[in-house]
Every structure is written in C-alpha cells, then in structure tokens.
C-alpha cells in the first residue's frame, strides 16, 4: 500500500502540476485576447469614423501651425534671426507626426499584445502538451526516481505546516492582483483611443517647434504598451512561481499592479490626465492665434 500510495501521489502530483499550468496559461491567453479586443476596437465603423474625424483636426491643426510658423520665421528673417532650415525641420517632424499619430498606436500596441501572449504560452506551456504528454513524463520521472522516501504534496509553496488561514489570505492576495489587472486590460483600449484624441491637438505647436507636449504624448503611448505587455506577463510569471514559492509569487503579483506607477516615475506614465490640460490649452491657442490672423 505505502508504494502504491506513493506511485498514486508521485504521478498525480505531475498531472495537477500540468492542469496549474494549463489554467494559468489560459489565464494568460485570456488577458492576451483581452488586449486584442482593445486592439480589434479600432475595426469597428463608428471607431473608426471617429478617429478619422481627430486625423482631420490634426490636419487643420497642422495647416495652421504651418501658416503661423511660415510667418514666424518671416517676421524673425526680416529682424536678422531667422532660420529656414531649422523651421522646414519643424515643418517635415509635423508632418510626420501628423501623418503617423492615429496609426502607429494601435499598430504598436497590436505588437505588445502579440509579443505578452506569445511569451505566456511559452512560460505555461499552454497548448503545447496533452495531458497524456504529461502522464508519460509523471511516468518517465518514476522511472528514474532513486528513493521512495520523497513525496510531494499540493500546496509545495507553503509547507506542510501552513495554517488554512494563511493559505486563505494568500488565495484572497492572488485573487485581488488578479481581478486588478483584469479591470486595467478591460479599459485599455479606450485609454488609448483618448489619447489618439488628445494627440490631435499637439499637431499645431509641433511644425512651429514646440514639440515637449507631443514627445510626452509618444511616452504616455509607449508607457500604455509598456504596461500591457508587463502586467499580463508579471502576473503569469508570479502565478508559475506560486505553486512552488507561495510568498515570492505572490510578490510578483501583486508588483503586477504597481507597473503603471513604476512607468510613470521615468516618465512613461499611462495616465490621460497629465497632458490634458496642455493639449487643452495648445488647441485655444491655435484657435485664438487663427483669430488673431483672420482678424488682419
């Protein structure tokens, strides 16, 4: 009985092993296909209607930055400080910018969520084994097992002392860094269509060489794909360890959470409200500056 007992937990052990792994690649694949749906957002007509209507506004903003800068420099050549090439730079960057700032988001962040699904499956191994894989390798290791005395046991990351009540706190820990990164996938493809919006605005300062809005703006994006590659992937990361460490995987959680304000202190934060008021306060410039014009 005591080696049938053992045989039964040994392989056993590697079956429930091989179902963790398979949840928690699912896990993975599910915030993966998650972030597709933000990605497959900008499909749809009324999407795309409206962010046609932003890439005609940068437009116009552009023009109009390209008037007021033309006439800038005119003004600056005619007193002895003007600088043709310097402002055909200026022009050339909005007009890339202007050109680029409603498509390279999505196809950027289209990559990162690409990128955080492939590399989940690849921790997990979700997909790639059958659970009939799974009993031959079970079977392989007893094989070459050199002693009867080891012996496994579900929960290896908490001991065989660890009270029911730690183990519930650490359950409760693990669903909470969960259901954290659910809600922020969940809202990620309207975060970035909010800042293709607020892109628009910053396209009338950049052709006249005022362009630290708009290089904050390319961060807040970089910051937004940054964040939905590592927090599905930290996450992932932290559930693997916690079969086996259930303390450091449930660090590696719960540090899940903390990616967009770790982003944010070297300048790529995800957040909509910190250019806001600048782009806000861009666009009632070109507006009073088109004023200014029209009225002379």
Same mark, same amino acid.
């Given at each position: 009985?005591?080696?049938? @007992?053992?045989?039964? @937990?040994?392989?056993? %052990?590697? !079956?429930?092993?091989?179902?963790?792994?398979?949840?928690?690649?699912?896990?993975?694949?599910?915030?993966?296909?998650?972030?597709?749906? %933000?990605?497959?957002?900008?499909?749809?007509?009324?999407?795309?209607?409206?962010?046609?209507?932003?890439?005609?506004?940068?437009?116009?903003?552009?023009?109009?930055?390209?008037?007021?800068?033309?006439?800038?420099?005119?003004?600056?050549?005619?007193?002895? +400080?003007?600088?043709?090439?310097? =402002?055909?730079?200026?022009?050339?960057?909005?007009?890339?910018?202007?050109?680029?700032? &409603?498509?390279?988001?999505?196809?950027? *962040?289209?990559?990162?969520?690409?990128?955080?699904?492939?590399?989940?499956?690849?921790? =997990?191994?979700?997909?790639?084994?059958?659970?009939?894989?799974?009993?031959?390798?079970?079977?392989?290791?007893?094989?070459?097992?050199?002693?009867?005395?080891?012996?496994?046991?579900?929960?290896?990351?908490?001991?065989?002392?660890?009270?029911?009540?730690?183990?519930?706190? #650490?359950?409760?820990?693990?669903?909470?860094?969960?259901?954290?990164?659910?809600?922020? $996938?969940?809202?990620? %493809?309207?975060?970035?269509?909010?800042?293709?919006?607020?892109?628009?605005? *910053?396209?009338?300062?950049?052709?006249?060489?005022?362009? @630290?809005?708009?290089?904050?703006?390319?961060?807040?994006?970089?910051?937004? #794909?940054?964040?939905?590659?590592?927090?599905?992937? !930290?996450?992932?990361?932290?559930?693997?360890?916690?079969?086996?460490?259930?303390?450091?995987?449930?660090?590696?959680?719960?540090?899940?959470?903390?990616?967009? +304000?770790?982003?944010?202190?070297?300048?790529? @934060? =995800?957040?909509?409200?910190? $250019?806001?008021?600048?782009?806000?306060?861009?666009?009632?410039?070109?507006?009073? !500056?088109?004023? &200014?014009?029209?009225?002379?």
């Amino acid at each position: 009985m005591f080696i049938w @007992d053992f045989v039964a @937990d040994k392989i056993l %052990g590697q !079956i429930v092993d091989w179902f963790y792994s398979q949840v928690v690649g699912f896990l993975g694949n599910f915030f993966s296909e998650m972030g597709s749906m %933000g990605a497959e957002l900008f499909e749809m007509n009324w999407v795309q209607s409206v962010v046609l209507f932003f890439s005609y506004l940068g437009w116009a903003l552009f023009a109009t930055g390209l008037v007021v800068a033309v006439f800038e420099c005119g003004i600056e050549y005619s007193a002895g +400080r003007g600088n043709v090439k310097e =402002t055909a730079l200026n022009v050339l960057k909005g007009f890339l910018a202007v050109s680029l700032f &409603t498509q390279v988001p999505v196809r950027l *962040y289209s990559l990162a969520i690409s990128l955080q699904g492939t590399l989940t499956a690849g921790i =997990t191994g979700f997909g790639s084994t059958s659970i009939g894989d799974a009993a031959k390798a079970a079977l392989a290791d007893l094989e070459n097992l050199e002693s009867l005395t080891e012996s496994t046991y579900p929960l290896r990351g908490f001991g065989r002392e660890t009270s029911g009540l730690m183990v519930l706190f #650490c359950l409760i820990l693990m669903a909470y860094a969960v259901i954290k990164v659910f809600f922020s $996938n969940l809202k990620r %493809g309207g975060i970035l269509l909010i800042q293709i919006a607020v892109g628009s605005l *910053y396209m009338f300062s950049v052709p006249r060489g005022y362009g @630290d809005g708009f290089i904050q703006w390319c961060k807040q994006v970089i910051g937004l #794909c940054l964040t939905a590659f590592l927090q599905a992937t !930290i996450l992932v990361a932290g559930l693997m360890v916690f079969k086996d460490h259930a303390l450091l995987g449930l660090g590696l959680m719960l540090s899940a959470g903390e990616i967009p +304000r770790i982003a944010g202190a070297f300048g790529l @934060d =995800t957040t909509t409200k910190a $250019n806001l008021t600048s782009a806000v306060y861009t666009a009632q410039s070109a507006v009073n !500056i088109a004023r &200014t014009v029209a009225a002379k």
